[in-house]
T-cell receptor, first 112, second 113 residues
Framework: QQQVKQSPQSLIVQKGGISIINCAYE??????FPWYQQFPGKGPALLIA?????SEKKEGRFTISFNKSAKQFSLHIMDSQPGDSATYFC???????????FGKGTLLTVNP | DTAVSQTPKYLVTQMGNDKSIKCEQN?????MYWYKQDSKKFLKIMFS???????INETVPNRFSPKSPDKAHLNLHINSLELGDSAVYFC????????????FGPGTRLTVT
């Protein structure tokens, strides 16, 4: 049972464009929603995270939008740069053991 | 300074062998994790230790045995390796178990031939 569904699987954006990655979750016990960025050959690194008591969080060019009623959240990358090319994972945590459940990842390619 | 380190970075071995992967963190965290990332890049938690106590033990074959000698170290021992064990294994750490950031190591790419 996949508790966090992520789309699209891959995304190609031109430099300067907006990249949008979407995630949906099922478990209403989730209360922490991070996004991780992973470059080839490296471990995932936290990019930005949100709690369900806010609808949006912005850090530089990265914004999370959160819709609690729809159980959906998304990552927006403004002014996308070739250096943003990486795999992005959404995740959700909550429940009795605080396990972090990951989406399947989105491979973002930003063309120069 | 490396925050979360893993050794070895690459591990190539034959089916049936036993191998270990070591993880160390110098962040002063009290919780450590092992994740498996398969060929499709899907990340799945395997184990978690908080203050040397096992708190997460996912549906993982009992050929996999974690061991935490102290809060800064979490090792993973794998017995009787199978082809399906080929993957990248990531160690991570966090302070506490709730909403705190997990810091990942660089990964160990295990190839079973």
């Amino acid at each position: 049972q996949q508790q966090v569904k992520q789309s699209p699987q891959s995304l190609i954006v031109q430099k300067g464009g907006i990249s949008i990655i979407n995630c949906a979750y099922e478990n209403t016990a989730f209360d922490y929603f991070p996004w991780y960025q992973q470059f080839p050959g490296k471990g995932p690194a936290l990019l930005i995270a949100i709690r369900p008591d806010v609808s949006e969080k912005k850090e530089g060019r990265f914004t999370i939008s959160f819709n609690k009623s729809a159980k959906q959240f998304s990552l927006h990358i403004m002014d996308s740069q070739p250096g943003d090319s990486a795999t992005y994972f959404c995740a959700a945590r909550g429940g009795s053991n605080y396990k972090l459940t990951f989406g399947k990842g989105t491979l973002l390619t930003v063309n120069p | 300074d490396t925050a979360v380190s893993q050794t070895p970075k690459y591990l190539v071995t034959q089916m049936g062998n036993d191998k270990s992967i070591k993880c160390e963190q110098n962040l002063g965290h009290d919780t450590m994790y092992w994740y498996k990332q398969d060929s499709k890049k899907f990340l799945k938690i395997m184990f978690s230790y908080n203050n040397k106590e096992l708190i997460i033990n996912e549906t993982v074959p009992n050929r996999f045995s974690p061991k935490s000698p102290d809060k800064a170290h979490l090792n993973l021992h794998i017995n009787s390796l199978e082809l399906g064990d080929s993957a990248v294994y990531f160690c991570a750490s966090s302070q506490g178990t709730a909403r705190n950031e997990q810091y990942f190591g660089p990964g160990t790419r295990l190839t079973v031939t």
